[in-house]
């Protein structure tokens, strides 16, 4: 059964720092790995996708990293801003035993990030 | 264009009840799939459809259940509400049942309160 866990639970950091939020997964025969943000009560916004066979994708302030074989992602924030306050999730696609249809993303329960201005 | 469109937005219900969730996916996108999110949780597979037909199911019980139409759009189903149920449920669509290089997009969900 794959399993996805995120660390920290909880960050807090002042505007302006660099951070990384770190997510594991103990299922390697994974399709790909996103990362979504979520703002209180709202749905998913999607930030960055990466396929098994990249090592990481960029967008904006945004990098993210995989390491298939050893069952790891980062997300790393660059130049933090208030507005980047949210829970950030990470989730996973495949795993051994999983649909061959590959829909079903297995979610870490999330990091939730307060940047202060 | 539109994302995808979740309704109603918010649901109040009382144990025992049946409530009826509905999701449309962005155009062109044949694949919906549900997820719960209980309060402080990462969200939970519920089913995936594509074209009609179940494609994946996750560990709920069988008071869940789901449909999708002609038009793609989709319905989840829960019927005997308990007070466990009250959660953010989330829909998803993608292109085609096995776009794995497709990332899913989501909606804004439907708050369901069991009381």
């Known amino acids: 059964k794959q399993e996805v866990t995120q660390i920290p639970a909880a960050l807090s950091v002042p505007e302006g720092e660099n951070l990384v939020l770190n997510c594991s997964f103990t299922?390697?025969?994974?399709?790909?790995l996103q990362w979504f943000r979520q703002d209180p009560g709202k749905g998913l916004t999607s930030l960055l996708l990466?396929?098994?066979?990249?090592r990481e994708q960029t967008s904006g302030r945004l990098n993210a990293s995989l390491d298939k074989s050893s069952g790891r992602s980062t997300l790393y924030i660059a130049a933090s801003q208030p507005g980047d306050s949210a829970t950030y999730l990470c989730a996973v696609r495949g795993g051994i035993g999983m649909e061959p249809s590959g829909s079903r993303l297995t979610f870490g329960e999330g990091t939730q990030l307060t940047v202060n201005p | 264009d539109a994302g995808v469109t979740q309704s109603p937005t918010h649901l109040i219900k009382t144990r025992g009840q049946h409530v009826t969730l509905r999701c449309s996916p962005i155009?062109?996108?044949?694949?919906v799939s549900w997820y719960q999110q209980v309060l402080g949780q990462g969200p939970q597979f519920i089913f995936q459809y594509y074209e009609k037909e179940e494609r994946g199911r996750g560990n709920f019980p069988d008071r869940f259940s789901a449909r999708q139409f002609p038009n793609y759009s989709s319905e989840l189903n829960v019927n005997a509400l308990l007070l466990g149920d009250s959660a953010l449920y989330l829909c998803?669509?993608?292109?085609?049942?096995?776009?794995?290089?497709?990332?899913?997009?989501f909606g804004n969900g439907t708050r369901l309160t069991v009381t």
């Open positions: 299922d390697s025969a994974i399709y790909n």
């Open positions: 990466i396929q098994s066979s990249q």
């Open positions: 155009s062109g996108h044949k694949s």
């Open positions: 998803a669509s993608s292109f085609g049942a096995y776009s794995y290089n497709s990332p899913l997009h």
